[in-house]
């Protein structure tokens, strides 16, 4: 296999250290099973729910698959050999439900789990601190067939296959993520259809939410039952920092109601095991939450040691108006560009996603720093006692490799600087934030994207596999073996 990983490193990428990180600040990366691993019929994996998506014509750009992905699953050691070169501390990878029990529920299949418990050993041997998430979107079809996120079982079985792996893996692993993001597996996956499995019906969105927190409630307490005590559990959310489009009511309700939908809708159940009453009445059209069970916001509300903070984007929404109406029939948030289609705001129909300036990343998502630091002090500000992490911070740019066979990819350097600057702002402010994971380790199938969107700070070359880091990965090693931000 081949591999460019003779990257410059100091003098040419960077100058004095100016902002040192507390010490014991943890530098990681991160990907996501489906997204790199390929070998999806090999070792006894059955298909996920992303497999069943991507095979189905018209659902990813390109019809492209996760069939071979990065091929991680084969190339395992020498993509752990490229994260020691960076020098990362962790590596948060998640583990894939179809791998570790094909049939969704019941045996282990001890072949799926030997691939996770030889990457836990090959990132132990490199000092890397392995860090599971248990759940990045790809439920095994088997459990989809019975019903999937709107059955209930489904979330006990999810805290069967939490608890199968934490005894297996847990006296390597000390942190643990239940799940990555519930809200595009609910919205996006439920309401807007742009995602596995693809539904456009608003209540079910709603129903999935609902399974999904019972899900980290339930997989959090097997996980606490079967890990040594100083295991740390957590889940990480995709957080919004949602803007008015301007001070009218009518716009900053619009702001109030995305924000629950985004935020409150899984933040409250979890910290204060409530849902919010505003995102209640706005849905009381499409469901009567009557999946809430007596029992299940206490299951929930269940401690947790860390909050996983997924970032990328700030969003403008306004109230809809006649004009917007005709131009528009439900936006996605986060996408200024996007086409009519689907809300992913059941209940809150009357949101819509404004255009913002830019400067943007390849995904037209606008570049704003500071609206990072905003969320985390928001954070630290409500809920002072909860550790914060980084779990996924970094963005597309259309990438290509030079005439020296690199990849000069300056716009990447920057948006990593500014941004591992606005986590540093918080920290300076108070915030208490563990650790920092740039998206994504390697360039990767994004989701109904396909290929055609790259957030590496590795480059893969998808014909030939060959992985050639980035300039913004030597970047980000200096960072890493400095402790600090140069100048
Ligand atoms: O690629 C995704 C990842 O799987 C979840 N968070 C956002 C990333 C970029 O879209």
């Known amino acids: 296999m081949s591999m460019t990983t003779d990257f410059p490193r100091s003098a040419e990428l960077s100058g004095p250290i100016v902002r040192p990180f507390p010490t014991g600040f943890i530098w990681g990366a991160a990907t996501a099973s489906y997204q790199i691993e390929g070998a999806a019929s090999e070792g006894g994996r059955t298909p996920s729910i992303w497999d069943t998506f991507s095979h189905t014509a018209g659902m990813t750009r390109d019809g492209d698959t996760g069939d071979i992905a990065d091929d991680h699953y084969h190339r395992m050691a020498t993509d752990v050999a490229l994260m020691a070169d960076l020098g990362l501390h962790s590596y948060r990878f998640s583990t894939s439900w179809s791998r570790v029990v094909p049939t969704g529920s019941g045996p282990v299949n001890p072949v799926g789990l030997d691939f996770y418990k030889r990457l836990v050993d090959e990132l132990l041997a490199h000092q890397i601190t392995p860090l599971i998430t248990l759940y990045h979107w790809d439920l095994p079809q088997v459990l989809q067939d019975a019903g999937g996120w709107l059955h209930r079982d489904t979330a006990a079985r999810f805290a069967d296959y939490a608890a199968a792996l934490a005894g297996a893996l847990g006296d390597r692993v000390p942190t643990w993520t239940t799940l990555n993001e519930p809200w595009c597996s609910a919205f996006l996956g439920h309401a807007a259809g742009v995602h596995a499995p693809g539904l456009r019906d608003n ?161 037209g998502w606008r570049i704003e720093p500071g609206s990072l630091t905003e969320l985390l002090m928001h954070l630290h500000e409500t809920y002072p006692t909860v550790p914060l992490m980084i779990t996924e911070n970094g963005a597309a740019f259309p990438d290509r490799r030079d005439d020296d066979g690199r990849v000069h990819d300056d716009d990447r350097v920057d948006y990593l600087r500014t941004h591992i600057g606005a986590v540093l702002d918080s920290i300076e402010a108070g915030a208490d934030v563990r650790g920092y994971f740039a998206w994504s380790l390697l360039d990767n199938f994004e989701w109904a994207w396909g290929y055609s969107k790259r957030f590496g700070i590795i480059y893969v070359d998808f014909q030939t596999q060959e992985r050639v880091l980035k300039d913004s990965a030597a970047w980000y090693g200096e960072v890493i073996a400095n402790n600090a931000l140069t100048d």
């Open 203 to 363: 209540a079910a969105s709603f129903t999935a939410v609902h399974h999904l927190l019972l899900a980290h409630g339930w997989g959090t307490t097997a996980l606490r039952q079967t890990l040594p005590a100083t295991a740390q559990v957590s889940i990480t959310l995709n957080l919004a920092v949602v803007r008015p489009n301007s001070d009218s009511d009518a716009d900053v309700d619009a702001a109030r109601a995305a924000e629950g939908l985004s935020n409150r809708i899984f933040l409250d159940p979890i910290f204060e095991g409530t849902y919010p009453q505003d995102v209640i009445a706005d849905s009381a059209a499409i469901t009567d939450w009557s999946f809430v069970h007596q029992g299940d916001l206490a299951a929930i509300n269940v401690a947790i040691d860390l909050l996983g903070v997924n970032y990328y984007t700030p969003a403008t929404v306004a109230a809809g108006t006649p004009e917007l109406r005709a131009g528009h029939n439900g936006v996605w948030v986060n996408d200024p560009n996007s086409v009519s289609g689907p809300t992913p705001f059941p209940g809150s129909d009357f949101v819509y996603s404004m255009p913002q300036d830019g400067p943007y990343t390849d995904m």
